[in-house]
């Protein structure tokens, strides 16, 4: 079993939480010790000798890369050959990814190589667990990947590191890899035969950005639930839209899942209502909300499966059989499940920022509000002057828009390259990216609406429509809020309330209590 506060290469399966826990410093990662795993990873690095020595004709060590693949390499350079394809991979560009994105990725790289089809060294493996134990963090560019022969140029950065070519980040500053290793009293690696593409030629950066995308999404989803919940009680709204049987009439366990998510966050009493309130239905945006957050948990499974299959997976190319004495030449380097799973999860976490900008719009809107001031105002003796959350409407507005951009599936943008050996690729980076981009404008619509919403239910219990014993669940939530935000009055900019907010979503700081509840 894994040490609750070690997760241990080589032992223990990676799985999306304890792969944001390390990424996040709230676990120590190592590499396993054990007899048996030292035997399996020098297995697979004596069957690649032995079979260089034989037969030769292993690609990307006998022969140059890719297209070049028919470029025989004499023996001599095959030392030099790895330390190239690290160099003229050196062409990422744009922003560079954060600190827990880069121990992501260089855990699940590490991770896929221990699986001891990589034909590796033991050396290699504990050199790149040393740069995650210490913190070594290379600078890696974002952009430059097709996700097909996976991640080649911003693995690069992670390869030229270990050699000593490349800048990282250490103790928060920038420095060189040579210089970083030379005080920590280590040497530059010298690669081995195919090490070099071991380490670029899989796909742990679109699964690192996958993984740490999903783990955010589960979030946002279930606090979408919470803030539909806040929203029915500011709206005055049916809280029978969400009763059990109800959604046991059409049985999707998600969609289920998220009803009663809503129905538990509100007041017990409101969770049977039979009688009908002054409004029977309520707009889509409150009535249909389980419909729409209930996709994520509908496809929580499989969106898992594929994150966590591939990252527990052997995933470059050649692999190595020590066991069947075989070396397979194929292309398990390609990301199509993780751009598929990001392709779906931005659609769905885009949906949820388009739902909550349509339950604020109402919020908002004295034609729907149901008796709310216009814009939230807090001010009475002064409403003609003040404009409440009206701008934060507009900027909600335009943040739904841009994470509705950003749902074009990435997959259909295969792009032949590299003299069309390369000719049908994943561009799962690029979805993992978009959907980082799109995880980030929900979490900011997210933040506006509860800021909003306790806006709206302080309003109602100000002028004695509620009562704090009528919020249910959501008074957690309200109480949070009223920790580090003052109520709306007179206008006033509210950017660094909405920053704070948005840093406590993404921190996970509202307590949404949902883990152990099922439909």
């Given at each position: 079993?894994?040490?609750?506060n ?6 223990d ?5 304890n792969l ?7 676990l120590?990662?190592t ?10 990873i020098?297995a ?8 260089l020595?034989?037969?030769?004709g292993?690609y990307?060590?006998?022969t ?11 023996s001599?350079h095959?030392?030099?050959l ?6 003229f991979?050196?062409c ?18 590490l ?10 060294s033991?050396?290699?493996?504990e050199?790149m667990?040393f ?7 290379p600078?890696?560019?974002?952009e ?13 950065y992670f390869?030229g ?12 500053r920038?420095?060189?890899?040579a ?11 010298k ?7 071991a ?7 679109m ?25 029915s009680?500011?709206?005055k709204?049916?809280?029978y839209?969400f ?19 809503i129905?538990?966050?509100?007041p017990?009493e409101?969770?049977?209502l039979?009688?009908a ?16 957050i209930?996709l ?8 898992r499966?594929f994150?966590?299959?591939?990252m527990?997976?052997a ?11 075989s070396v ?5 380097f390609?990301g199509g499940h993780i ?10 976490i885009a ?10 719009a109402m919020?908002?809107d004295?034609?729907?509000?149901r ?8 001010n009475?003796?002064?409403i003609?002057c003040?404009h ?6 507009i ?9 509705l ?8 943008f295969?792009r ?8 049908k690729?994943?561009m799962?980076t ?31 219990l100000?002028n ?12 957690e ?13 007179d206008?006033r ?7 704070k ?17 099922s439909?």
């Amino acid at each position: 079993m894994m040490n609750l506060n070690t997760l241990e290469i080589g032992r223990d399966c990676l799985t999306i939480e304890n792969l944001a826990s390390a990424a996040k410093k709230q676990l120590k990662v190592t590499l396993c010790q054990s007899v048996e795993f030292k035997e399996k990873i020098k297995a697979g690095a004596d069957f690649l000798d032995e079979t260089l020595g034989k037969h030769g004709g292993v690609y990307g060590v006998t022969t140059g890369y890719g297209d070049s693949c028919a470029e025989q390499v004499s023996s001599e350079h095959y030392s030099e050959l790895p330390v190239n394809l690290t160099r003229f991979h050196g062409c990422g560009m744009g922003d560079y990814f954060d600190a827990q994105t880069v121990r992501a990725l260089m855990i699940v790289r590490l991770n896929t190589l221990a699986q001891g089809y990589s034909g590796v060294s033991m050396e290699l493996l504990e050199l790149m667990a040393f740069f995650i134990e210490n913190d070594i963090l290379p600078l890696v560019p974002q952009e430059g990947s097709v996700g097909a022969s996976g991640d080649l140029t911003p693995l690069s950065y992670f390869a030229g590191a270990l050699i000593g070519e490349r800048q990282v980040m250490y103790k928060e500053r920038e420095r060189s890899s040579a210089d970083v290793l030379t005080e920590l009293g280590k040497q530059a690696y010298k690669f081995r035969p195919k090490e070099a593409i071991a380490i670029m030629n899989g796909t742990a950066v679109m699964n690192a950005v996958a993984a740490l995308a999903f783990h955010d999404a589960e979030y946002l989803a279930n606090l979408a639930c919470r803030i539909t919940a806040m929203n029915s009680i500011a709206l005055k709204g049916n809280a029978y839209h969400f009763n059990q049987r109800f959604f046991e009439l059409k049985p999707h366990l998600g969609q289920a899942l998220a009803a009663e998510k809503i129905r538990k966050s509100l007041p017990v009493e409101r969770q049977g209502l039979q009688t009908a309130p002054a409004r029977i239905q309520d707009n889509y945006s409150i009535r249909c909300a389980p419909h729409v957050i209930g996709l994520f948990f509908d496809m929580s499974d499989t969106l898992r499966n594929f994150i966590e299959t591939e990252m527990n997976s052997a995933n470059d190319n050649p692999l190595i059989d020590s066991e069947r004495r075989s070396v397979y030449h194929g292309g398990h380097f390609y990301g199509g499940h993780i751009c598929f799973a990001m392709d779906s999860l931005k659609n769905i976490i885009a949906n949820l920022a388009d739902l909550i900008d349509r339950q604020l719009a109402m919020l908002v809107d004295v034609k729907y509000n149901r008796g709310l001031p216009a814009n939230l105002t807090g001010n009475k003796n002064n409403i003609s002057c003040n404009h409440g959350f009206k701008a934060v409407q507009i900027a909600v507005s335009a943040w739904t828009a841009e994470a509705l951009k950003n749902t074009m599936p990435m997959s259909v943008f295969s792009r032949s390259t590299e003299c069309h050996n390369q000719d049908k690729v994943s561009m799962g980076t690029i979805a993992a990216r978009d959907c980082v981009r799109v995880n980030k404008l929900t979490a900011q619509v997210m933040a506006a609406s509860l800021l909003a919403s306790f806006q709206a239910i302080d309003l109602r219990l100000k002028n004695g429509e509620l009562k704090h014993d009528d919020l249910g669940k959501t008074k957690e939530t309200f109480d949070e809020i009223s920790a580090f935000f003052r109520p709306l009055e007179d206008d006033r900019p509210l950017e660094a309330d909405l920053r704070k907010t948005l840093s406590l979503i993404e921190e996970k700081h509202f307590r949404l209590h949902f883990k152990n509840e099922s439909c």
